[in-house]
């Protein structure tokens, strides 16, 4: 049994009138929904999207920190409502688990969130994984859930790691002010001259950008999970990913 997590960013969830991009979510739901229909695999879902959720409705702009776990709180269940109803039309249940970096590190928690997921994946429900925002701020200051996505996929041993947001993968060069940049198809180490790079590079309303993703997937590779960055906008990328296709920057696992 292959177990992939697949992270779905606050990027690809957002229309341009930064409203929850339903038809995305559909796509993307129903793409997962024929990775996990299959006896070969089982997937966990790591979603942002609860505060541009919580935003539309509450009409706020979400400057503080403290408005964007207000946003979160009232996002967070219509969201799940959503993925809900999307994934119960291709016959799945799903699971709303919120977690933390501090509770990911509590052997204790760590070991009750595991139990949790695995027995969800074994009855073939859909584990939705995303911060608890109401207590904890670290995916929202940086990250946009990639760090929490790599801790999910090491807590549950995944053989791949898919961190899917608007931009293709990783490119030599900032790719809107750089004509010349090439998309890396393959990484291993990242140099601190690529790191640098990537810190100029922006993309979206997600706060966690090229450079939270790349480290995250690195580190993901370092415990052994083959981890690819590609762009969640495009119409099969979770099963040309799994399928191999040269889509996507990949890790390498070491
Ligand atoms: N947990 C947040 C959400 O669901 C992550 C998004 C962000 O950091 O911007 O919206």
């Known amino acids: 049994m292959n177990r992939i997590v697949v992270k779905v960013g606050t990027n690809i969830l957002t229309t341009a009138n930064r409203e929850l991009d339903l038809n995305n979510l559909r796509q993307l ?28 409705v509450l009409n706020i702009t979400c400057q503080s920190i403290p408005e964007k776990q207000a946003a979160a709180s009232v996002g967070q269940p219509l969201l799940l409502k959503e993925y809900s109803l999307f994934f119960n039309q291709q016959g799945f249940h799903v699971g709303q688990i919120l977690l933390t970096q501090d509770g990911l590190e509590n052997p204790e928690r760590k070991a009750h969130a595991l139990d949790t997921i695995q027995t969800l994946l074994a009855k073939k429900v859909i584990p939705i994984i995303n ?25 549950i041993q995944a053989d791949l790691l898919i961190l899917l947001s608007d931009i293709d993968g990783v490119y030599t060069q900032p790719p809107s002010t750089n004509s010349d940049a090439e998309l890396i198809s393959t990484l291993k180490e990242l140099s601190p001259e690529l790191l640098t790079t990537l810190s100029s590079t922006s993309i979206g309303p997600g706060t966690g950008g090229i450079k939270s993703k790349v480290i995250a997937a690195e580190k ?28 996507g920057t990949t890790f390498l696992p070491s």
Do not use: W
Request: net charge negative; proline share 1%.
């Open 131 to 155: 911060e608890n925002d109401s207590v904890a701020t670290d995916e929202i200051q940086f990250g946009d859930n990639d760090q929490l996505a790599c801790q999910v996929a090491q807590l």
């Open 220 to 247: 993901a590779a370092k415990s052994g999970i083959r981890t690819v960055i590609a762009n969640g906008r495009s119409s099969s990328i979770i099963l040309d990913i799994i399928q191999n296709k040269p889509v």
């Open 29 to 56: 739901t129903h793409q997962m929904a024929q990775v996990a229909q299959s006896t070969e695999y089982e997937l966990v879902l790591v979603s942002s999207g609860a505060i541009i959720c919580g935003r539309q």
